[in-house]
């Protein structure tokens, strides 16, 4: 990038700032910018033009190019912009503007389990109320369930499905229309890396304020913090049960030798300890739990097998047994109505006196120093403890945040995110010393790839295959559409094979697209396309005429170059034209598209008056008009949808091999 | 990767090849008429799984009747087997144990010794938490929550060869089932009618999209797409060939239309067009009867009986295919013995499961049901497991499917088989 262009970039951001009003404190910060990024992207090395570049860049840090967008990173550049998706801070006006239409978006999880009780909850409450006989209580009792309804408008209580179809519109507007792409796509990814679950009841009331409050504010900080940040979060504490996972306090048991009974942990002692978590897993008394004893192992082991280190990353099953012990009373503080009764005793003490009984009450997390292991511990060869309480396991989750092991693991995962499904290993090499030499800086890891040749190499280039998810709002991206239900996206992501927020395991989503592309996904993949362009999608909008400034193609087969290029970009889109044309010049197909199309939309007796230059004889993509407020016609789409050659040719593009890569 | 390209490489291709160049292919419209026909490639067996999520109450599906102690732990919801006291009674099967009279018509298959009964069946983990159960049950790995794959992913991988067509392993389901999670080939679909381009009210744009793909997969430089592309395509072929929507059932079947029962016809119809499907897997909702559930009416006994005349039906309109077929049911944990404050039973330990085909060893109630008294049950409250879950699945595995690696379908799992399937 020569200076002259580098001036005029900063003279066009200092505008814009002046424009936001916060012209020292920005200002600062754009300067600031230009001073910290000092790197340099090896793309031409690697053979690419200034244009591939951007089209890779944008493939891998964002949900996809918009119309556009390609020559605005460039015009920006390319480090430039790169620093600012780092940064993470540029003004969201007009999609906070859709977000405020969701009313649960900003609760706290107190909030929340206030307003969307769990499945059968309200129906408790109310039984538990008079209000419903609890021997109406029958699957098919229409009344019981109408006074449940009328209960529950009384109370102010919403169905726990809302609550999840808002945490999921709300993640689709922001993948579509959010101009900080990658903390996005790095919200989505480390949500996936601390994959937790919506199936898993007791805690899927937590899962928005994970997302909002845990992940994407540390998605682009540092690994520990991201990793302490879960760890103490409800959502994963609930999710990996370590909620309720308790030591015996006893610490003439917790020596050395302990350490090797410890280590003859058998199936009988596993199961007695899961055995004294049974009154919690039995309805609702959760209350009567403390009064259960037992070590519950489970997420000691995902934190080093998938948090951290990797099922290779060298440890033992008595390191997770150890690590278990030190991870005892990290808990969650009392919310709702059930935990009434313990929330009351924490409450009448102050800080100091918490503080001063080892209690650590942060938000959601509540360390409980009588349900923790006070022995010695050894994990990975260092001691913990003996009384370490709290602290001890911030230690331990330091250590595993900072073990090469982790670097390593971690690394490989971003790489093949960003990189490939079989990332180089000099690259991963290159990553993990940046993640050893920066305390996990996540920002900087992703520098270190970015500038690494390897990132450029034509190997990588559209190596990786769209999830479905980044299908979907990739198409929604390269069309400009105007989506006003998110949720109906979903029911296509879903179909696609990727039902967000409700996978079950702890190891998310695999990502390679060996796991993506099956048989009936991908004609539905196909489907979406075609249904997405053709408006058969109820709630999202797409006006292909704008795409092309409302120049209508001459041609099916103008149309079909016109279209390729501005929905795939710097593409070699020979072969997709080539197989394609042929199609669209057998004057038997087109007829009948055409004749479809006119039965699904007759056209509107305005466009005949006003629509001079639409003769049948010039519309050869079987379009109809209709009047468009001052004087634009756009292609019609009705509940019927829109049948015309134009929508079918796009609906192609989204759907074929090639859009299917990133 | 490997496993999936069987179905190119092998005679698969072939196969459907002659098939789509003209009419109805005639294994087809042979198959149409419950006509058992040599295939080209060897006859494989099918595993149906049906998982009954929700934990079903063994104790009242199968009823271990004779207890004084049950009769007393469920005033409302215990039922007799002694007919004349009124409503229907339970049906007797072996002077101990009497299966719930809404599922009357699992008694002929029983009395003939194809269904088998497994009572005291569950998981060596004890939680009571569906979630966990299920994704234990589910992983095969009842320990260990990082098993990324499920244990009939894995068993469509010990098949001891490649996937014949892309309806080796079939989920009817919406989305893809924690047993089905892992590296090799298999399908997900509510319904098979979504096995093609779509554009409603347009069929021709639809021919035309379709043929748009097809070309287009067919010539793109990506392995993947182009081989899964192809498959998909092959896949919606055979699948146009035969009238899914107006499918009639053999022996004038009437299914239920219920989820389960919609499931069931849908892999009857795969199983009778010969398409290569090995391992299928369905679900049945609703058995987390905590308020009232019922006896011989109410929700259970629907539930029951929606259950057991969709297995009924599935298995008549099977007609000459069911010496391939054996059908396993599922649930996560069983009940309480005791009944709730709501009419209802909460979360326990073991339950029942059936199974269902020629090669069972059936005609039995398999397991070791301890006679039921307060010191008998787990955390004195529940019915002991007293048999793991995995050494039927694995039995019914080995002697079906021939997977005889156990230790790869269950790692971690060394035990016995109890003799659930004939030797």
């Given amino acids: 990038m020569n200076s002259a262009s580098k001036k005029n970039h900063r003279s066009i951001c200092f505008a814009g700032l002046l424009i936001c009003g916060l012209l020292l404190f920005s200002s600062f910060f754009s300067l600031h910018n230009t001073v910290r990024n000092s790197f340099r992207f090896p793309y031409k090395k690697a053979g690419l033009t200034e244009r591939q570049a951007a089209a890779h860049l944008l493939s891998r840090f964002t949900y996809g190019a918009t119309p556009g967008q390609i020559d605005a990173v460039i015009k920006e550049g390319l480090e430039n912009w790169f620093q600012k998706q780092l940064d993470a801070r540029l003004p969201d006006d007009s999609l906070n503007r859709l977000l405020s239409g969701y009313d649960a978006l900003k609760l706290s999880n107190a909030e929340v389990a206030a307003i969307y009780p769990k499945g059968g909850q309200a129906l408790r409450m109310a039984v538990k109320e008079g209000v419903i006989s609890k021997d109406s209580v029958k699957p098919d009792n229409k009344t019981y369930r109408e006074l449940l309804q009328n209960y529950m408008q009384e ?113 009988q002692t596993q199961m007695a300890a899961s055995a004294d978590r049974l009154p919690m897993m039995v309805d609702n008394k959760v209350q009567n739990a403390k009064k259960t004893q037992g070590l519950n192992e489970n997420y000691a082991r995902e934190v080093m ?10 440890y033992t099953q008595q390191d997770v047994t150890q690590a278990a012990r030190v991870l005892t009373g990290w808990s969650v503080y009392p919310t709702g109505s059930y935990g009434q009764a313990g929330k009351n005793a924490l409450d009448k003490m102050d800080a100091d ?39 001890e396991g911030v230690q331990l989750l330091n250590m595993l945040a900072h073990h090469p092991s982790a670097a390593k693991f971690v690394c490989g995962k971003l790489a093949v995110r960003f990189v490939s499904d079989k990332p180089p290993q000099s690259l991963i090499n290159k990553m993990a010393e940046t993640f050893k030499n920066k305390d996990g800086d996540i920002k900087q890891v992703l520098i270190t790839m970015v500038s690494a040749p390897e990132f450029w190499s034509t190997s990588s280039v559209r190596e990786k295959t769209k999830s479905p998810f980044e299908l979907t709002i990739a198409a929604v991206r390269s069309l400009n559409a105007d989506i006003q239900e998110p949720y109906q996206l979903y029911n296509w992501i879903n179909k696609m094979g990727e039902k967000m927020y409700y996978y079950q395991a702890p190891t998310g989503f695999p990502d390679k697209g060996q796991y993506w592309i099956n048989t009936g996904a991908l004609l539905n993949r196909m489907n979406f396309g075609l249904a997405l362009a053709s408006g058969r999608i109820p709630g999202v909008r797409v006006d292909l005429m704008a795409l092309n400034n409302h120049h209508e193609p001459e041609s099916s087969q103008a149309a079909l170059v016109t279209y390729s290029k501005i929905i795939m970009p710097e593409r070699n889109l020979e072969q997709t034209i080539k197989r394609l044309t042929p199609m669209l010049n057998d004057p038997n197909l087109v007829k009948k598209v055409e004749d479809a199309s006119a039965k699904a939309a007759p056209p509107q007796k305005d466009m005949m008056q006003e629509g001079t230059a639409m003769t049948a004889g010039n519309n050869v993509l079987g379009i109809t008009y209709e009047r468009k407020g001052k004087g634009n016609y756009m292609a019609k789409q009705k509940t019927g949808g829109n049948n015309s050659l134009l929508a079918q040719v796009v609906g192609v593009i989204i759907g074929s091999p090639e859009y299917q890569r990133r | 990767m490997l496993s999936r390209r069987g179905f190119l490489k092998a005679g698969g291709l072939t196969l459907f090849g002659v098939g789509l160049m003209g009419g109805i292919p005639a294994f087809l419209a042979e198959a149409a008429a419950s006509m058992k026909v040599e295939s080209p490639y060897k006859k494989k067996k099918t595993l149906v799984c049906i998982f009954q999520r929700g934990a079903m109450d063994g104790l009242m599906a199968v009823t271990p009747f004779t207890y004084q102690y049950l009769k007393e732990a469920r005033p409302t919801l215990f039922m007799s087997a002694a007919k004349g006291a009124g409503g229907s009674p339970l049906i007797d099967l072996d002077g101990r144990f009497g299966l719930h009279p809404s599922m009357k018509a699992f008694e002929p298959v029983f009395r003939e010794k194809r269904l088998g009964i497994v009572h005291g069946i569950g998981s060596p983990n004890p939680t009571r938490s569906h979630f966990d159960a299920q994704d234990y049950m589910e992983s095969g790995t009842p320990f260990n929550k990082g098993t990324s794959s499920g244990w009939l992913n894995r068993a469509v991988g010990l098949l001891g060869h490649d996937a014949l067509t892309p309806f080796s392993a079939v989920s009817l389901t919406s989305s893809m089932p924690r047993s089905f999670y892992g590296d090799n080939p298999a399908v997900a679909i509510n319904n098979l009618q979504d096995f093609a381009i779509q554009m409603r009210g347009n069929q ?95 929700v259970f006994a629907r539930n029951v009986a929606d259950l057991s005349n969709s297995i009924m039906a599935f298995w008549t309109d099977l007609g000459a295919y069911q010496d391939d077929v054996t059908v396993m049911t599922m649930t996560e944990f069983g009940r309480t013995v005791h009944q709730n404050g709501t009419g209802g039973t909460d979360h326990g330990r073991a339950s029942c499961n059936f199974i269902l085909g020629n090669d069972v060893n059936g005609g039995l109630v398999h397991g070791n049901v301890q006679p039921l008294t307060v010191e008998n049950l787990e955390d004195g409250r529940d019915l002991k497991v007293t048999t793991d879950f995995r050494s039927v699945f694995s039995e019914v595995a080995d002697k079906h499917l021939k997977i005889t690696n156990d230790h790869a379908l269950f790692p971690d799992w060394s035990g016995n088989k109890i003799g659930v399937m004939k030797a």
């Fill in chain 1, 353 to 391: 006196q918490l503080k001063k009984r080892g209690y650590v009450h942060e938000g959601d997390f509540l360390f409980n120093p009588n349900r923790h292991d006070n022995g010695e511990k050894m994990v990975l060869g260092k001691h913990f403890g003996p009384d370490g309480g709290y602290e």
């Fill in chain 1, 155 to 267: 109370k102010g209580l919403k169905s726990q499905q809302e609550l999840f179809r808002q945490l999921i519109s709300q993640k689709i507007l922001k993948a579509a229309y959010g101009n900080n792409q990658l903390q996005e796509v790095m919200t989505s990814f480390w949500f996936n890396h601390f994959n937790v679950s919506i199936t898993k009841s007791d805690c899927a009331e937590f899962i928005p304020a994970y997302e909002r409050d845990v992940i994407r504010p540390n998605s682009l900080g540092k690994f520990s913090d991201l990793l302490l940040a879960t760890a103490k979060s409800p959502a994963m504490l609930y999710f990996l049960d370590n909620f309720s996972s308790s030591g015996s306090n006893n610490k003439a048991q917790a020596t050395q030798s302990s350490v090797k009974n410890k280590q003859a942990t058998t199936l």
């Fill in chain 2, 204 to 298: 021709a744009g639809a021919n035309l999209a379709a043929k748009s793909f097809e070309d287009l997969y067919d010539q793109t430089a990506s392995g993947l797409l182009k081989d899964t592309g192809k498959e998909s395509f092959e896949a919606m072929k055979i699948l146009q060939k035969t009238d899914i929507k107006n499918y009639k059932p053999s022996n004038n079947v009437v299914y239920p239309s219920s989820a389960i029962g919609n499931s069931l016809k849908q892999i009857a119809q795969l199983i009778r067009m010969d398409v290569g499907l090995e391992v299928a897997f369905a679900e049945s909702n609703g058995w987390d009867t905590h308020f009232n559930q019922g006896t011989e009416n109410g």
């Fill in chain 1, 305 to 314: 097998e998938l948090h951290t280190l990797g099922v290779d990353g060298g």
